[in-house]
């Protein structure tokens, strides 16, 4: 049967669609969040509530949604300062003394471990937290892409802290952790904890978890009972805090970060040299002669 000329026009209307939606190319660039997390100014998260705050610029004009790609040409400020170019994705080791917050401003005025880093140190993030009395290792990058990945639970990295717990505990009393328990209407994975030893009036344990919740571990201890008063982050996946002093920072070589981050190779190592082409032998034609 014969198409009516409405359906037609219709017919033609939605075909003309079709091929806008099929013809329609990406805007050049990247996602003006991605390109302000890549250069270390916030994660892409935090960059994009930093864009509905209206404190970022691109051409000298502010932006109010993350919906922009941009591309080297444009100029970008954020919080009246030009963002540079995106510098290569390193990562670092920094022991956090007991007594800092993990924070870039404190609204109470208390030192945080920015205050405390190297000045030598570029502007950098870091993965996760530590709270004021918690001590030991924090990785911090100056990529806000990675610093996301890191952080998500999907990524599966195991966090080990030794902890120092008020009390006499038995192994039997960290059952709760060990299944998951719910506090506060918060529920908290499954914890790995060992008993290690009793010291005095305290007793030491060693706890793996895979995720960061605040104040995951206390809250925990607290509510089978016992008082957590001293926390040291031990490890942080393949990372270790080793022999690093407190307020110590170490880089971890680029190899090491590419491997165990799963970066593509574009991260060049700079302590391992491109081997050279070697040189190709050329072979002599079998059952031909050479011609005079």
């Not at 922009?68 to 003394?97: C, F, M, Q």
């Not at 960290?174 to 005095?200: C, I, N, Y």
């Not at 201890?221 to 990372?239: C, K, Q, T």
């Not at 072979?283 to 002669?289: D, E, F, H, L, N």
């Amino acid at each position: 049967m014969p198409l009516t000329a409405s359906e037609t026009c219709l017919s033609q209307a939605r075909g003309m669609r079709y091929g806008l939606r099929m013809n329609k190319t990406p805007p050049p660039g990247d996602r003006i969040a991605k390109v302000l997390a890549r250069a270390g100014v916030a994660s892409r998260r935090e960059a994009e509530r930093m864009i509905e705050a209206g404190r970022v610029a691109v051409n000298g004009k502010v932006i109010d949604s993350p919906a922009l790609n941009v591309t080297a040409k444009d100029k970008i400020t954020a919080d009246g300062k030009p963002v540079s170019e995106p510098e290569p994705t390193r990562l670092w080791l920094y022991h956090k003394p007991s007594g800092l917050v993990t924070t870039t401003r404190d609204e109470k005025g208390r030192a945080t471990i920015f205050d405390k880093l190297p000045e030598d140190m570029p502007r950098v993030m870091s993965v996760g937290r530590l709270d004021l009395n918690s001590e030991g290792l924090l990785l911090l990058t100056n990529d806000g892409g990675i610093k996301r990945k890191l952080e998500l639970p999907a990524t599966g990295w195991l966090r080990k802290y030794r902890v120092r717990v008020n009390g006499r505990p038995k192994d039997e009393d960290f059952a709760p952790l060990r299944k998951g328990l719910v506090v506060d209407g918060e529920r908290f994975q499954p914890m790995t904890v060992t008993l290690d030893r009793q010291q005095g009036a305290n007793a030491w344990l060693t706890i793996g978890l895979r995720e960061g919740k605040n104040r995951e571990i206390r809250r925990a201890i607290e509510d089978i009972g016992f008082a957590v008063n001293r926390l040291l982050r031990v490890s942080y996946g393949p990372f270790q805090l080793g022999t690093l002093k407190p307020g110590e920072v170490e880089e971890i070589r680029r190899r090491v970060m590419r491997d165990q981050l799963g970066l593509d190779a574009e991260v060049q190592t700079e302590d391992t040299p491109k081997r050279p082409a070697r040189p190709q032998r050329k072979r002599p034609t079998v059952g031909k002669k050479p011609r005079k």
